[in-house]
């Protein structure tokens, strides 16, 4: 696998597929999907290149390394549609063998341009603020964390800050000395119109002749202003913000009106800077309670809408569809201007993350989900995504495009991440969707060198029908975005894949096809796909969570059965290839993941996951499908352990890494030396470096991850070893004497692989 890791670290792509199928129908045969997963932003080399892309009149393809090229005509070659296209001149006078431009060198299958003459002009940021908070001194911790991002923003960059408890308030930025804002209703949703219209965005009135009139985004000069001129002001507006003045009732929530609040930022921006990148920041710490988008009543008698209310349709559910439909409306209209939607919601209780959801998958928005404004999980996360790259900008692009190009013999069923579909059919389209489908563009309206995109392919190539001779499967993915710098730029990654020797028509798939495909089968990124595949079903409404599982059960039986080793009806002959090995223990795992076990969370945690599953990077969703676990002991370094509770020993510590959290879990010997003081004896040295290695490890997990995960220690039999526990495979001492026995109904992995051997060998 290291060479599918080495391809992502050059290219931001794998497939789960290096070998395809050369027909639709041994496509079918294949089980796991041919799939890509591409992270648009991946570092690249080299760097931007200043002139525009060289692109086949026919297809749209760009020029790349795959282009056969003609030196004595001075022409290239389109992979894709077979064209052949003239070099313009600037090229033509100085190409040749030994003279390349950069888009043809071998190494540089992916390249990134910087289109002249296109600008966009700054980032905007526009902080949208609840303000109904418990205490003064949670508010508080929130607005010291909004007063060090602007010390983190670009000077040059817009900033505006509208605030919200009952009544939506958008404060002017650019009056340093008598802060002024515009109350609006939280319980009426306000066209952009309108808003432009209430904000003085319209001129309105008789102008002298000769007077200029304002455009709207020079009106808005109220609202967003760059740093630099509004810092002081923005400064001077959080210091005097407080808690919503409306008094709340004991025994209620108080009337708090996210809805209306984002619908305004959405209007404002709408109307003021369309196309142009903007992200409309919201910090949220309870229910909407008012105006549209409610998803609570006010009475905290009234219990918030459960997994199982939604499922029924009863009538603690009632708000979840018409708040549902609300947001992915304002989602829509965020996508086609090109805007995003983070959300920073902390709070103990549900704050209608759910239904808010659509606005930050639609628009490739970050979301971040904790207890409180003064936990690190929110503060340290907040401050990380405005750190800067290698050249001095945000590590961020804006109002992003992504097309996907395939040869003829390939078609796309759809991406799944955090994109929509702009709706725009081709030949490569195909009729089965999933994901966001039925086109081959999507609309991402804020990137970062994370965020990653799964895509579904199909083979179309009908069987018994001959591949020309030395054709390869190639796919290119182009995207346009606006870069920090306010640049637009073009990332441009072109892949050749291989095909698979075909087999005769009527006949079963022959063992060398099988062979040949299982070379290049990449375990990782099949996870990756499968799980965003799984969490896609799970969502998209008419299959149940035990439908979904079995399916992947189903997958899991067929794709040993036609890829393992083994005799018909004899399971102790049963072995799977290398590349298969992990496979398995990943499918088990996730069945038993909170992104498919929803019993134990709520709907806002659960969309949570999932919401992070389905945008992160390969590496990122193997942590969160499987935890990975650390052992350290005195008997040598730290080392790898299996997930399982033969792990958990009374003389180790184990560090466990579930990506949303980090666990440090002492053994009760280790627990009980600590609570000693052995540590701080000079005879026990060894002791204490054994206590600080776990932590030193965690820090550095947490260093690089976004967003910061949760951080727990804990010891042996206490209360919080639930959360290592909850991760571990239930063996109950199958494999050895165990020390800690795992009371669940879950089967062990030793007990799944059985049954899964058992039923492959003998389904052939």
């Known amino acids: 696998m290291a060479h599918f890791a080495a391809q992502e670290a050059r290219d931001g792509v794998r497939f789960t597929w290096n070998i395809w199928p050369s027909s639709k129908i041994e496509a079918t045969r294949s089980v796991i999907p041919c799939g890509s997963v591409y992270t648009p932003l991946k570092n690249c080399t080299p760097g931007p290149l200043k002139y525009e892309p060289v692109r086949d009149r026919r297809s749209g393809c760009v020029l790349n390394p795959w282009c056969p090229v003609d030196f004595q005509t001075k022409q290239w070659t389109c992979p894709f549609s077979n064209s052949r296209n003239n070099f313009p001149p600037h090229y033509a006078q100085a190409i040749s063998e030994t003279n390349l431009p950069a888009e043809l060198i071998q190494q540089y299958t992916t390249v990134e341009y910087e289109l002249p003459g296109k600008f966009n002009g700054p980032p905007i940021f526009l902080y949208v603020v609840d303000t109904c908070f418990h205490t003064e001194e949670d508010l508080d911790e929130l607005k010291d964390s909004l007063h060090q991002s602007l010390a983190f923003l670009p000077e040059t960059a817009l900033v505006g800050l509208i605030s919200f408890g009952k009544m939506v308030q958008v404060h002017e930025v650019g009056v340093a000395d008598i802060p002024k804002s515009y109350s609006l209703r939280g319980n009426k949703v306000y066209s952009p119109a309108q808003v432009s219209e209430m904000l003085g965005l319209i001129p309105r009135g008789r102008r002298r002749p000769g007077q200029p009139v304002p455009t709207p985004a020079e009106a808005a000069a109220r609202f967003l202003l760059p740093v630099e001129q509004a810092q002081f002001s923005m400064e001077q507006i959080l210091d005097d913000l407080q808690k919503d003045p409306w008094p709340v009732k004991s025994g209620y929530r108080p009337e708090r009106c996210t809805g209306a609040a984002v619908g305004v930022a959405v209007s404002l921006l709408e109307s003021t800077f369309a196309k142009t990148g903007a992200r409309i920041m919201l910090f949220t710490s309870g229910p909407v309670t008012y105006g549209p988008g409610r998803i609570a009543a006010e009475k905290y008698t009234a219990q918030m809408r459960s997994r199982n209310d939604i499922e029924k349709n009863n009538k603690n559910a009632a708000l979840h569809a018409p708040a549902l439909k609300y947001y992915e409306g304002l989602a829509a209209r965020c996508v086609a201007n090109g805007h995003t939607v983070d959300i920073f919601a902390c709070n103990l209780d549900q704050v209608g993350l759910l239904e808010q959801m659509p606005m930050v998958q639609k628009t490739g928005g970050v979301c971040v989900m904790g207890d409180s404004f003064k936990q690190s999980v929110f503060k340290e996360s907040f401050n990380r995504l405005f750190e800067p790259g290698e050249d001095g900008f945000l590590k961020m692009g804006f109002a992003a495009k992504l097309e996907v190009l395939t040869s003829p013999e390939i078609k796309i069923c759809g991406a799944l ?119 896609w079903r799970a969502e998209a409404g008419g299959e149940t969570i035990a439908d979904v599982l079995r399916w992947l059960d189903r997958s899991l039986i067929r794709l040993c059965t036609k890829f393992a080793n083994y005799e018909k009806d004899k399971p102790e002959s049963f072995s799977l290839p290398h590349e298969l090995t992990l496979y398995p223990q990943f499918m088990f795992h996730l069945r038993r993941s909170p992104f498919l076990q929803v019993f134990n969370s709520s709907p806002d945690e659960t969309a949570y996951y999932r919401h992070k599953l389905m945008c992160d990077t390969t590496s990122n969703v193997l942590v969160m499908v499987q935890p990975s676990l650390l052992c350290y002991s005195f008997a040598g370094p730290p080392t790898p352990v299996f997930l399982d509770s ?113 039923l492959s060998v003998g389904s052939s």
């Open 417 to 535: 991440g955090s994109c929509a579909s702009l709706k725009r059919g081709g030949a490569n389209v195909s009729d089965t969707v999933i994901g966001e489908g039925g086109t081959n563009a999507w609309g991402i309206s804020a990137l970062d060198p994370n965020s990653t995109l799964g895509f579904v392919f199909e083979v179309a190539q009908p069987a018994g029908s001959v591949i020309a001779q030395g054709r390869r499967p190639h796919l290119q993915f182009v995207t346009t975005y606006q870069h920090a710098s306010g640049a637009i730029r073009m990332r441009v990654t072109t892949t050749a894949l291989q095909w698979a020797p075909p087999t005769p028509q009527g006949q079963p798939q022959a063992p060398s096809v099988r062979a040949s495909m299982i070379q290049g089968f990449d375990q990782e990124t099949a996870v990756a796909l499968m799980a965003r595949i799984a969490v």
């Open 646 to 758: 033969d792990s958990v020993k009374a003389d180790v510590i184990l560090l466990l890494d579930t990506f949303f959290q980090v666990v440090i879990f002492h053994g009760s010997t280790i627990a009980s030396w600590r609570d000693q003081g052995y540590q701080n004896r000079a005879d026990h040295a060894n002791f204490k470096h054994l206590l600080q290695a776990p932590i030193s490890d965690a820090q550095t997990i947490m260093d690089n991850r976004f967003p910061v995960p949760r951080y727990i220690v804990c010891d042996q039999g206490r209360s919080q070893a639930r959360f290592l526990l909850a991760k571990l495979n239930p063996s109950r001492g199958e494999t050895g004497d165990s020390s800690e026995v795992i009371f669940t109904d879950d089967v062990s992995l030793r007990v799944f692989m059985q049954h899964l051997i058992k």
